[in-house]
């Protein structure tokens, strides 16, 4: 079946970085044909869009909050999509989700009903 397996997470001081990977496999697919996004679940609350990424990797899409700061990429020979978050603030806390879809809007997806497919997540914790 579908595995997505985020890893990178960890506790880090505000202003510092981290780097966050998403590996897929059994893909019903070649990876290059779903698109990628990441979300994010702070205690207490909805999990939310951070960013998302066309299937070529072209076209990107932020949420407000994370513009700037953070950078989605992709690689698909190697079925992985990387996040690289710079800046970091106590608000950033959460755990992190890969999510991989089929469909196709032609532009990244920021809705999470438009996902098919969710990783078990990985804590980042930013410290004040």
């Known amino acids: 079946q579908v595995q997505l397996v985020e890893s990178g997470g960890g506790l880090v001081q505000a202003g510092g970085s981290l780097r966050l990977s998403c590996a897929a496999s059994?893909?019903?697919?070649?990876?290059?044909?779903?698109?990628m996004g990441w979300f994010r679940q702070a205690p207490g609350k909805e999990r939310e869009f951070v960013p998302a990424?066309?299937?070529?990797?072209?076209?990107?899409l932020y949420a407000d909050y994370v513009k700037v700061r953070f950078t989605i990429s992709r690689e698909n020979a190697k079925k992985t999509v990387i996040l690289k978050m710079n800046t970091l603030k106590p608000e950033d806390t959460a755990v992190y989700y890969c999510?991989?879809?089929?469909?196709?809007?032609?532009?990244?997806?920021?809705?999470?009903?438009?996902?098919?497919?969710w990783g078990q997540g990985t804590q980042v914790t930013v410290s004040s």
């Open positions: 059994g893909l019903t697919l070649p990876f290059s044909m779903y698109g």
């Open positions: 999510a991989a879809s089929r469909i196709y809007t032609g532009q990244p997806m920021g809705v999470m009903s438009q996902y098919e497919y």
């Open positions: 990424i066309s299937r070529s990797g072209g076209t990107t």
